[in-house]
């Protein structure tokens, strides 16, 4: 089912998104996912699930949160896929009120899913940082509060208590030990050792999706790549760190998102997936 799509159709579903949240089209952005799917944004907030069995409609209260009352601006850097999975590197450009706007570094995943014979987003998990998102906002000193007051308001309106607790989950992360993790992963990748890096990983055998068509790498195969990791916008979402990626071997240069799965406790990385640009 999944060779029945081509890398322009899993493009074209995603440039829906924006389009639809630009013009302000609940509908049509609704429309855009598949009966089950979640929406994590950002990555570390509690997901918005669906529930088909009780009919609920839990998309409609997080659009007219977060996405009715603002102007959102995407402006996309890089695309990259894996199979069905569309990772974009991008700011969004967040036009608050007239003297707030924010713009946030984000990795965003969109999972996709054959559905009725189209495609549907089945997963969106937004990786951006909320605490500079928010010290953004506090840099436009007085208007904030009136943007900050009415934010918090249509949140205890449209999700509750629960909703507004759960959103403010994304304020805990792996932070600054999971990036310097990271980090130290580019280094040691860069030099070929393999025991260095297996040294930040939570079990050495843990395979790394690497190239798109080709097998699972294991740590050993990657450290013999020969190439060098060049890591930058590196992000800590949840217990997942995302970065740009620039990896340069002999005559090749790629370039996309790399996502590191890690323990919330310990930080040792748990998996590892490369998205690499289409061009």
């Not at 579903?13 to 979640?38: G, I, N, Q, T, Y």
């Not at 036009?95 to 570094?105: E, G």
């Not at 195969?221 to 970065?243: D, H, M």
Request: net charge negative; aromatic share 8%; charged share 25%.
């Amino acid at each position: 089912m999944t060779d029945q799509f081509s890398n322009a159709d899993c493009l074209a579903l995603v440039e829906r998104s924006p389009a639809a949240v630009a013009a302000h089209d609940k509908s049509a952005w609704l429309s855009l996912f598949a009966r089950d799917h979640v929406v994590e944004d950002p990555v570390g907030s509690a997901p918005h699930v669906s529930d088909p069995a009780a009919g609920g409609d839990r998309l409609g209260p997080f659009y007219q949160t977060f996405i009715a009352p603002n102007t959102v601006r995407f402006h996309v850097d890089r695309d990259c896929i894996r199979g069905l999975n569309v990772m974009r590197d991008l700011t969004i450009e967040i036009i608050m009120s007239p003297r707030v706007t924010v713009r946030v570094p984000v990795h965003l995943l969109y999972e996709l899913v054959p559905e009725e014979r189209e495609l549907k987003i089945r997963r969106l998990a937004a990786h951006w940082e909320l605490w500079p998102m928010l010290k953004q906002q506090m840099l436009a000193g007085w208007p904030f509060l009136r943007v900050g007051c009415a934010s918090a308001g249509r949140m205890l309106r449209h999700l509750g208590v629960g909703g507004m607790l759960g959103f403010m989950r994304a304020l805990s992360s792996v932070g600054d030990p999971g990036k310097a993790k990271v980090m130290r992963f580019a280094r040691f990748f860069s030099a070929g050792d393999r025991d260095g890096m297996a040294g930040l990983c939570a079990d050495s055998g843990v395979e790394v999706a690497y190239s798109h068509e080709g097998p699972r790498l294991s740590l050993e195969e990657l450290a013999a790549l020969g190439e060098e990791l060049r890591v930058s916008k590196v992000q800590a979402a949840g217990s997942v760190i995302t970065a740009t990626v620039d990896c340069r071997g002999t005559g090749t240069r790629r370039r996309g998102v790399a996502l590191f799965e890690l323990d919330s406790d310990s930080c040792d990385i748990t998996a590892l997936t490369f998205y690499w640009s289409l061009d």
